[in-house]
């Protein structure tokens, strides 16, 4: 390959992982293959629901980026690579369409009710990109794929079982966290161009703590105690001290993390209704 091609090749390549959303995509990601080793898929089935996920994620990040590139554009996003020019339209639809493709091959994979739930959480993802991200709705396909992520691995299990009550509901609670922090470095941006989802109705300090209390709340569903409290408040301070930029969403992942590793050594997840 020639330099000129390897240069066009490595910013493609760079491109695209910029446009795909990144950091959520592997934290979602690296949460369902944790929850997948906790349920006991063993390998196979672990790398199958990586994958899925993985690929749903991917899916959700480029189309999110090819829907909003004029508006990107318009609000002068120079982190936005489609905005930005560095990617091409067509490449991006490209990868678009594979990781649909990807996302529904490996999710049938995994069994029929599984498939069935990981597919209506990316579209949950896919309506919020589309419409719902400016509506007063914009916490509910978060809550719902949230919410869904642990029913795609414990569905895959013999006998399909259902994730215990408690999990699904620190799921969405955990969506809702998720949605209201991610949104936090782009609150201005988003309102003049337009937007106008429930966290930039709210503003940064309302949304920062919204998210505080939905992590906490969540964290104490999957493994009640003070213990709990005492590990997820460090984060909870640093959102509220700190209502902008990447910091908040970083200490609601942190927070999940530990929520989520307490529970997997509690074995809580394939407890049923």
Excluded at 15 to 30: D, E, F, K, S, Y
Excluded at 126 to 148: D, E, G, H, M, Q
Excluded at 153 to 180: E, M, N, S, Y
Aim: proline share 7%; hydrophobic share 55%.
């Amino acid at each position: 390959m020639s330099s000129g091609a390897t240069v066009v090749s490595r910013g493609l390549v760079g491109g695209l992982v910029r446009a795909c959303h990144p950091v959520p995509a592997a934290a979602v990601t690296g949460l369902a293959g944790a929850m997948a080793v906790g349920a006991g898929r063993g390998l196979a089935g672990t790398l199958l629901t990586g994958g899925a996920v993985a690929a749903g994620q991917l899916s959700i990040g480029w189309s999110n980026d090819l829907i909003d590139r004029q508006r990107d554009g318009a609000a002068g996003r120079t982190d936005k690579p489609l905005a930005a020019s560095e990617l091409p339209v067509h490449q991006a639809v490209t990868a678009t369409g594979w990781a649909v493709a990807c996302c529904v091959l490996l999710s049938a994979a995994c069994g029929v009710a599984a498939a069935t739930v990981h597919l209506l959480a990316v579209a949950a993802g896919w309506a919020y990109n589309l419409r719902l991200k400016a509506t007063w709705w914009s916490w509910l396909p978060y809550a719902v794929a949230f919410a869904l992520l642990p029913a795609f691995v414990t569905l895959a299990l013999p006998g399909r079982p259902w994730p215990a009550a408690p999990v699904l509901g620190a799921g969405a609670l955990l969506g809702i966290a998720a949605h209201f922090t991610n949104v936090l470095p782009d609150l201005a941006a988003d309102r003049a161009a337009g937007i106008r989802g429930l966290p930039q109705r709210a503003g940064a300090r309302t949304s920062a703590l919204t998210a505080v209390l939905a992590a906490t709340a969540a964290a104490l569903l999957l493994a009640p105690g003070w213990p709990v409290l005492a590990i997820t408040t460090p984060p909870a301070l640093a959102t509220l001290l700190a209502p902008r930029g990447r910091l908040p969403f970083l200490s609601v992942i942190a927070a999940t993390a530990v929520a989520v590793a307490l529970l997997l050594l509690n074995g809580g997840l394939r407890g049923g209704f």
